[in-house]
């Protein structure tokens, strides 16, 4: 067996193997300069090298591999051969074997599924303890002779400091990840994760695999990860491009909508209005009002002849159309692509030559009766003339739910009306009636049991022809539409079938913290399995202040002697009062101290968390509770409950929290 001097060696290999791909891919782009071939080709090839060429030069610093699979001399597939396992895929010299195996491909697997019950042919697994790039140490579990036990080294990598954007988790996938980040790429899935359990993680590694299994199809149609805030996007933003993946787009739903600024805000009745499922038929209905029924004969002059389609024609051509439920925009082109082919079998019965310049000649004398049947739409007119006072000829909305959607100041037309972000959400159904949005081959949406019924709508037509990845956990829904049910979410979300699956060990979230959390569940009003908890260490302390900002200083004061980030989360309504308190007693924010709003903790982790009083947390909003859990489980080390008022009934008896 190798010793800790000679995998050190096999370090200096490693590094030499990068800087020839380096150096190979360099070159490639100044050869591929001077292929020949035709020009489209010749373009796409430079632009592909001087990818490949770009992604080596900025591959992140780090340890070139992290595990090791020693295979057994009865191995059918892999006898006697050894493999180390990395973050990418590492070229031998000389066009050698391989000096480092990409975690995803195939034979990697085994490093994160073989135990001692099920070895896998592997003879030795082996794990790598580093401090930056310098190799530390390693482990040996000598599963064929039936040895697994607790790792050290993996324990360690779990439970190190957070500080900086989230990092790859490569080295601890578990066997229950590893089943969901290796799913096929036609299966739609739907992780239930609880706090601390990696479900965001899984997400995005998913998205990596997925991209080296299926690479050529994938890159046709582009993998997208849709975030709750732009916060958590910045936080996630390092892990893709540390696993080689560097053209993922990375998004809020609020981004991929953004197709006019947002200068309103609309009430609670009027948001939840808006983000009811039954407006998708309220703007179907409004925006195919417009079509009128042909009443005239369309005349085209050409020449001094007048071509004549007559309203009988005309009338089969619009319901015709109207029946083959095609986009709103498609259909008018069919229309007039229609009423012109009409003319062309008139012309050409009379001899006449119907070329490319006649017909385009024909397409504009029909325009403009073209526009009095099926007018041109754009989607903010036709929402700013509902918004005046909605008809809802589909019937579907009460009287008081089309008063609380009605302007009550009206612009004085579309282009001088400010949008609320909910009027993203219909902007882009009626968007999406007209003309068929990009789809995605893979779609991976973040905290999606946040998603309202319309929201869920944007999301599924972007994937209505790949496959989807849905991340949530319904304890942690805050707003006002939260799901409660996953099938009825994965049905709003066009995936009906999608396997729905429940992560409940935590491997971020200490013990202790995880169980004060639990007993909220209860007062949540959803059905989620409890979370337990891989970690023994972590701290929590509850404690009672007369002055809440003076206990919060005093607590953050303390968490800046340990290692690592730290948040120190209230009410919206507090975070100015206590970042002044922090600030006068010359505690630096800027640094590894944060404050936010609770209604920003989604999604986000800090080594020691300072609640400030649950109770103002609990009581700003509807699911107030379901808010007051999200920032409890930020912490990943220690947390602190500082509460000058009584704890919520949930949280009035924490066990051993003192």
Request: hydrophobic share 40%; aromatic share 6%.
């Amino acid at each position: 067996m190798e010793t800790l001097d000679d995998e050190r060696r096999y370090v200096e290999r490693c590094t030499a193997g990068l800087r020839r791909m380096l150096d190979g891919a360099r070159n490639n782009v100044i050869v591929g300069e001077t292929v020949a071939g035709d020009r489209y080709s010749a373009e796409r090839l430079g632009r592909h090298l001087k990818s490949l060429a770009k992604e080596l030069s900025e591959e992140p610093e780090g340890p070139p591999f992290f595990g090791r699979l020693d295979f057994g001399a009865g191995s059918a597939e892999h006898p006697g051969r050894s493999y180390h396992i990395g973050r990418r895929h590492i070229t031998g010299e000389h066009g050698g074997p391989p000096v480092v195996i990409d975690w995803r491909a195939p034979v990697s697997r085994a490093f994160y599924r073989a135990s001692a019950r099920d070895p896998q042919d592997v003879a030795v697994r082996r794990r790598f303890g580093w401090s930056g790039t310098t190799l530390t140490g390693f482990e040996d579990e000598r599963l064929a002779q039936g040895e697994e036990g607790e790792s050290k080294i993996l324990a360690a990598e779990i439970e190190r400091p957070r500080v900086g954007p989230m990092r790859d988790i490569v080295a601890t996938i578990q066997p229950e990840q590893d089943d969901l980040v290796r799913a096929d790429v036609d299966t739609s899935i739907c992780v239930q994760g609880a706090p601390g359990t990696g479900k965001t993680a899984v997400g995005l590694h998913r998205a990596a695999y997925l991209l080296y299994a299926h690479r050529h199809r994938l890159e046709r149609g582009g993998v997208l990860v849709l975030g709750p805030n732009r916060a958590f996007l910045g936080y996630i933003s390092a892990v893709l491009p540390a696993l080689g993946e560097m053209d993922v787009e990375q998004t809020t739903l609020a981004g991929l909508l953004a197709t006019v600024p947002v200068a309103a805000a609309d009430t609670e009745a009027a948001a939840m209005v808006k983000h009811d499922a039954r407006m998708a038929q309220v703007l179907r209905e409004a925006l195919y009002a417009r079509i009128s029924r042909p009443l005239e004969p369309v005349v085209v002059p050409d020449g001094s002849y007048r071509w004549r389609v007559y309203e009988n024609e005309l009338r089969r051509i619009v319901d015709d159309t109207r029946r083959e439920s095609i986009p709103y925009g498609v259909g008018r082109e069919r229309v007039k692509a229609r009423i012109v082919a009409a003319v062309r079998d008139q012309a050409e019965t009379r001899g006449q030559t119907a070329n490319a310049a006649w017909l385009r000649q024909i397409g504009r004398a029909v325009t403009p009766y073209l526009d009095a049947v099926w007018p041109n739409v754009k989607p903010e007119e036709l929402l700013h003339d509902l918004l005046l006072g909605p008809e809802d000829v589909a019937g579907v909305l009460t009287d008081a739910e089309r008063a609380a959607i009605t302007w009550a100041k009206p612009p004085r037309s579309f282009k001088s009306a400010k949008w609320s972000a909910a009027d993203l959400v219909l902007l882009d159904e009626i968007a999406c009636l007209i003309e068929r949005p990009r789809g995605y081959g893979h779609v991976i949406v973040d905290e999606a049991q946040d998603l309202s019924p319309m929201e869920c709508r944007a999301v599924a037509r972007r994937s209505a022809h790949g496959s989807l990845t849905v991340l949530g956990d319904l304890a942690q829904g805050t707003t006002p539409w939260a799901a409660t049910s996953w099938p009825e979410r994965m049905e709003l979300l066009g995936k009906p079938d999608g396997e729905i699956i429940a992560l409940t060990t935590g491997f971020r979230v200490p013990a202790v913290v995880v169980e004060l959390a639990n007993t909220l569940l209860a007062a949540l009003q959803v059905e989620v399995p409890e979370t337990r908890s891989y970690r023994s260490d972590g701290r929590l302390r509850v404690t009672p202040v007369t002055a809440l900002a003076k206990g919060v200083v005093a607590a953050a004061r303390e968490a800046l002697g340990f290692e690592g980030s730290i948040g120190v989360i209230a009410a919206d309504a507090d975070v100015e009062t206590l970042t002044s308190a922090l600030w006068d007693e010359g505690l630096d924010i800027a640094g590894r101290l944060s404050v936010l709003p609770a209604s920003m903790a989604k999604g986000l982790e800090y080594d020691h968390v300072v609640v400030a009083e649950p109770a103002a947390i609990a009581e700003a909003e509807r699911r107030g509770l379901n808010r007051l859990y999200v920032a409890l489980t930020r912490a990943v080390s220690r947390l602190d409950v500082v509460h000058a008022r009584p704890l919520p009934p949930p949280l009035s008896h924490p066990a051993e929290a003192a």
